[in-house]
């Protein structure tokens, strides 16, 4: 019997119809129910995007391809998903198919891992017949398909059963009494771990919850509400707004989240094109399919049109709020411009909802880090209204609560230790009890290696490490602070900049380093 395997389609959205073509021909195959496929057009209205395609993409056995310009072009397909294939592809979890759809220049362009497929294939749009070159190429697919539903099924055959079957209990008498743990032995429960990485999902069992949430559950009631979650990166501010969105889901709202780090860097260059992909992304996860530039009238700024999209296509009509929340606002501010324009209008919706009651459907979660140093217009910003959630650290207690979700069964001590060293910054709290409780390695090795390059930190500090040697200046700013015994001042600028990092905290007007952990890494990197 043939085991289903799913098909996932990678592709500019500019090569749309094309795609459109290939699934054509490749549901012809279908009835023999081995190949299943998927692309983002299958997203309902309300479903998170990003989080749809990232978890379709995770479980694709087939993963195409779809090579044009416009795919290398794109940030997301490049970046994102083209690597995220190849890794699955390396790892034997996936099988990865290119397909040239478009002609594309290959000269002098670092594409990586890229420059291992057929550079010299000849694009579907080049093939006189495209009919009956996407029937080979779908003829190709389901061939690849009933290889990998073998494989698929050969694996489940060779799956052991469940422990309450397979491994029955042993038999007390011919099972020795195992030897107690050393004293310097951590002690674990059989548990369920999870990766310290990325945003905490919303079943996510690690969490640790805070009184944020019931405000900010209150606050998205409300007409025109304006949520703006601000602290260092890794603190949990996705993984709050990840749980906004699902209470907004449950009152039935309409949700919407778009990440700015994933957006394609030439448009931050161009108010017009990025307030263009802004209304257009936002429609698309609704399910709204009217064409930006339909509407875009060039006599009038970006701002006006923007307004009329989101008025005419979004809010009109619709009972339900619409909750757009935007991840990684902070790279809006590298760019003054754009900053003002954005900033501004945000604003002025938001001032709209106070008067108009059309308005008062729309409602905003903001997530950043950095907020802009030095602001044009305090009245133009979102920055001063709204509801600010600024996320701290863990209290010892909320670190008590995680070790023993972890399954570690530590005295008060050990947690004295941890927190000496790393305080109660949350992903660095979990990250180490993440990889003491799945045995990686002990407390104490923990501890002796932490603040050095073979820790598990490394890729955290030397990150940091790195946007410090880029700014001589900051740089210069953390080594006076990783120097001295006592809270420093230093300008308010290199102050504020090194506090959004998440390197320092303030003590009054000084800042000293946020752990002992920054002090000792940085010390040593910087103070030669």
């Known amino acids: 019997m043939e085991v289903p395997v799913n098909v996932f389609f990678s592709y500019s959205h500019k090569d749309e119809r094309l795609r459109d073509r290939l699934a054509t021909h490749l549901s012809m195959l279908q009835n023999e129910k081995v190949i299943e496929s998927w692309h983002d057009r299958k997203i309902s209205a309300g479903t998170e995007w990003a989080q749809a395609i990232d978890d379709n993409l995770n479980s694709a056995d087939i993963i195409l391809l779809l090579i044009s310009a416009d795919f290398l072009a794109s940030q997301y397909c490049y970046d994102i998903e083209m690597k995220q294939a190849i890794a699955r592809h390396e790892a034997g979890d996936a099988r990865v198919i290119p397909i040239i759809l478009r002609p594309v220049d290959w000269s002098g362009a670092p594409f990586g891992k890229l420059q291992a497929f057929p550079t010299n294939a000849k694009a579907v749009t080049a093939w006189s017949n ?9 003829q190709g697919i389901r061939q690849a398909a009933k290889e990998m539903s073998e494989v698929l099924r050969q694996r489940r055959a060779l799956d052991p059963l469940p422990d309450s079957i397979s491994d029955p209990s042993p038999d007390p008498a011919s099972d020795p009494s195992p030897e107690p743990p050393q004293a310097n032995q951590t002690e674990r429960n059989e548990v369920s771990y999870e990766n310290p990485e990325g945003s905490m999902g919303i079943d996510s069992g690690f969490y640790i919850h805070s009184p944020y949430e019931e405000r900010c559950y209150e606050e998205i009631k409300k007409e025109g509400a304006l949520i703006r979650i601000k602290s260092p990166r890794n603190m949990g501010k996705s993984s709050l707004m990840v749980r906004v969105l699902a209470q907004a889901k449950q009152l039935g709202y309409r949700t919407v989240t778009l990440n700015l780090d994933l957006a394609n860097q030439k448009l931050f260059d161009d108010l017009d094109k990025y307030m263009q992909w802004f209304c257009a992304s936002v429609g698309k996860q609704l399910g709204v399919r009217v064409k930006v530039e339909d509407d875009w009238d060039e006599i009038f700024g970006a701002n006006d049109n923007s307004t009329d999209y989101f008025e005419k296509h979004l809010l009109e009509g619709a009972e339900q709020p619409l909750v757009v929340a935007i991840d990684n606002f902070d790279r809006v501010f590298k760019y003054p411009d754009l900053e003002t324009d954005f900033c501004g209008l945000l604003r002025g919706w938001h001032e709209r909802s106070r008067s108009i009651k059309l308005w008062g459907k729309l409602r905003f979660v903001i997530v950043y880090s950095l907020e802009p140093y030095s602001l044009k217009d305090i009245n133009q910003s979102p920055f001063n209204v709204g509801l600010l959630i600024e996320l701290g650290e863990f209290t010892p207690a ?32 979990r990250s180490a009890l993440y990889y003491i409780a799945v045995g990686d390695l002990t407390l104490e090795e923990f501890l002796k290696t932490a603040p050095t390059e073979s820790g598990i930190y490394r890729s955290h500090l030397v990150g940091h490490l790195r946007t410090l040697e880029k700014n001589p200046v900051l740089g210069a700013a953390m080594k006076t602070v990783v120097l001295s015994e006592t809270p420093v001042r230093l300008d308010s600028e ?35």
């Open 130 to 138: 495209q009919d009956k070159a996407f029937t080979n190429i779908a």
């Open 398 to 429: 909320q670190v008590q609560a995680l070790v023993a979700l972890h399954g570690l069964k530590w005295a008060e001590p050990a947690v004295g230790q941890l927190m000496a060293l790393i305080g109660g910054h949350p992903y660095l709290v």
């Open 494 to 528: 290199a102050g504020f900049k090194l506090d959004s990092m998440g390197l320092v905290v303030r003590v009054n007007n000084q800042v000293q380093p946020r752990c002992r952990l920054y002090r000792q890494y940085f010390r040593d990197r910087l103070g030669a």
